[in-house]
């Protein structure tokens, strides 16, 4: 099966092979992947469904290597990522993907602007031109007036809108979104998904975000459905 | 646009650790109190250590060299000071006899007594001595202006004074005092020098408010005795300090005719042996308290990983989020450490600064002069900054080993 990717002799972006997560705790081991098969490309917009307790997230946060699978293989560009390092892991969170969480995860005490510096910081820029970067990934989400405010100065789209350019700051070529709706009405929801497909549509980035609404779902070009632990379905849209 | 790599981000986490812990003043301010009172304690106990074997020091060359000293008295007696000037034990010719023993360089007999000492109109009670013409040798204490007297003087029992500083300023004012005739005990003295300035002695007295005359005149003329209060006695070497007290016991039991099997009618105290014993027992002493203040030092950076422990429970979620955006175990160990080290830091600073304090204040309150080196001030902030770092690095390290998933996930 691997080489049917090899035909045209380029690497998909992304391609899960038989991607297994057993959760033990105590003596029982608790299967939330049972062999995930997947292959993204470059400048792709996929969302991923299903009933909560799915394994959404346990995926996303494989996908966004911030976990590693218990069995399988992950190819991030090529190069098997499934078994690397800590270290190499957060490397590759710094430089290839941007994270975007229903919570959305801000600093509390650092102000907008440096939040969205903050990834820029970890890939070791500190300067003038990292504060110039990160000004303009919070120009993209239409927040320059707010830039000198703290987190809980500022309304939750808002914040939202602050981790999609702390996510897009690094130029990180995939986004990663797990349910970025889930704590906004659907106005706010509504004005977050824009930006998410201005981010597709202008920059290129590839996006993967998981969601439990249709209408979130609908701004993607491809639909993938899971379904206790595997993938049910997978259509463009 | 390539942004440029500046080299130099530790400021930046110097700066961020700074205002982390700004944001919780009250308990950073706790937190380093265990490491300021440690620190404050260590430089104010060597401070007071170095004053007071500095004091010491000063005493030990102040009293001449190779110093001992013998008083009359016995031990069954009582105490060190009960025979003093009471029992009319040591002579003049018991003075000449020690001077012949071979590890004496020389000697002086000391009778002393407080008079009046009369300038036409002005008059001063003073310590009057009587001494040999070896008292500038034995005392290390040479005049200033003048002349000291003679051994032809000391025979003759002549009528010539040496003054000291305080006393001649007392008398004389500015007018310099050689030359001039003063009385003491309704008899006339002609000053032939000045000493030059001693300062306090160990026991506070100002040594330079004295007279000092032939002991001979002392004797007839002044006292009425034939028995001196003391001999002082300067050894060729500070070895021979000890030899000098055993020949110097047994010529005084032979020459006092006292049977084996009786005690000493005087005693020989080596001054340069008690003033080194005082000195390292001070040293001792500062090395205790030192340690006390060492433990309370440890006992502030126990403190420090306890509130960095609290810190970073308190701070997991912040750590997933770094860890989640690309925090590698370095960057969060790195975070953690730095954060511990300015606050010990700062508590070493701060300590140093309320050691100073305790420090002038006792120069400022009390006869002792502490003396605060460069030394303790340098063990100090290398110190607190080792413990900052030994005590935050396992809050630190406990906080770069974390799970990103799980720790995202703490509330
Ligand atoms: N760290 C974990 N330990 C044990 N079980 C877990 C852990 N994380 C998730 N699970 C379980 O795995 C299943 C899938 O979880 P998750 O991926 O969060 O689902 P979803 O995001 O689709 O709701 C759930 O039953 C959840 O309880
Ligand atoms: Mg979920």
Known sequence: MANSYDITGKDPLIRLENIGMIYKIGDISYEVLKGINLTVENGEFVSIMGASGSGKSTLMNILGCLDKPTSGNYFLEGRDVSKLTPDELAEIRNKKIGFVFQGFNLIQRLSILENVMLPLYYAGLHSKDSEEMALNALKLVDLSEKVNKFPNQISGGEQQRVAIARAVVNDAPIIMADEPTGNLDSVRGADVMNFFEKINAERGATIILVTHDKHVADYAKRLITVKDGIILSSETI | ?411
């Open chain 2, 1 to 411: 646009m390539k942004p440029k790599r500046v080299k130099f981000a530790f400021f930046l986490d110097l700066e961020s650790a700074y205002k982390t812990l700004l944001r919780n003043k009250i308990r950073s301010f706790l937190t380093i109190l265990g490491i300021i009172i440690g620190v404050g304690s260590v430089i104010a106990t060597i401070g007071i250590g170095q004053g007071a074997s500095k004091a010491i020091q000063n005493s030990i060359n102040s009293m001449g060299s190779n110093m001992l000293i013998i008083l009359p008295g016995s031990s069954s007696l009582g105490g060190i000071n009960s025979g003093f000037g009471v029992l009319p034990t040591l002579t003049l010719n018991d003075v000449y006899a020690i001077r012949k023993l071979s590890s004496v360089r020389t000697d002086t007999a000391i009778l002393g007594m407080s008079q009046q000492v009369i300038w036409r109109g002005n008059n001063w009670s003073t310590l009057i001595m009587g001494a040999d013409s070896t008292f500038p040798i034995v005392r290390k204490w040479p005049v200033a202006k003048g002349v000291f007297f003679t051994p032809q003087q000391v025979a003759s029992a002549a009528n010539v004074a040496v003054i000291g500083n305080t006393a001649a300023t007392e008398l004389f004012g500015l007018i310099n005092p050689i030359g001039h005739i003063i009385i003491i005990h309704s008899v006339p003295f002609t000053v032939i020098g000045l000493l030059s300035i001693k300062g306090f002695n160990a026991f506070g007295q100002d040594q330079d408010d004295t007279v000092i005359i032939p002991i001979t005149t002392m004797m007839e003329k002044i006292a009425g005795t034939t028995w001196v209060h003391a001999i002082a006695v300067s050894a060729k070497t500070q070895k021979d300090t000890v030899t000098a007290q055993s020949q110097i016991t047994q010529l005084l039991r032979q020459r006092h005719h006292i049977p084996i099997n009786k005690p000493n009618d005087f005693f020989v105290r080596n001054l340069t042996e008690i003033a080194q014993a005082a000195n390292s027992s001070a040293a001792t002493f500062t090395i205790l308290l030192a340690s006390i203040a060492a433990v309370s030092l440890l006992v502030g950076g126990i403190g420090i990983m306890n509130i960095m422990l609290v810190s970073v429970t308190e701070r997991t979620k912040e750590i997933g989020i770094r860890m989640a955006i690309g925090a590698k175990k370095s960057d969060i160990l790195k975070q953690f450490l730095i954060e511990s080290a300015v606050l010990s830091l700062f508590g070493g600073l701060l300590g140093i600064t309320l050691g100073f304090g305790i420090s002038s204040a006792i120069s400022a309150f009390s006869p002792l002069k502490t003396v605060v080196t460069a030394e303790p001030i340098i063990i100090s902030v290398v110190f607190s900054l080792c413990v900052g770092i030994f005590f935050g690095f396992y809050p630190a390290y406990k906080a770069s080993r974390m799970n990103p998933v799980e720790a995202l996930r703490y509330e």
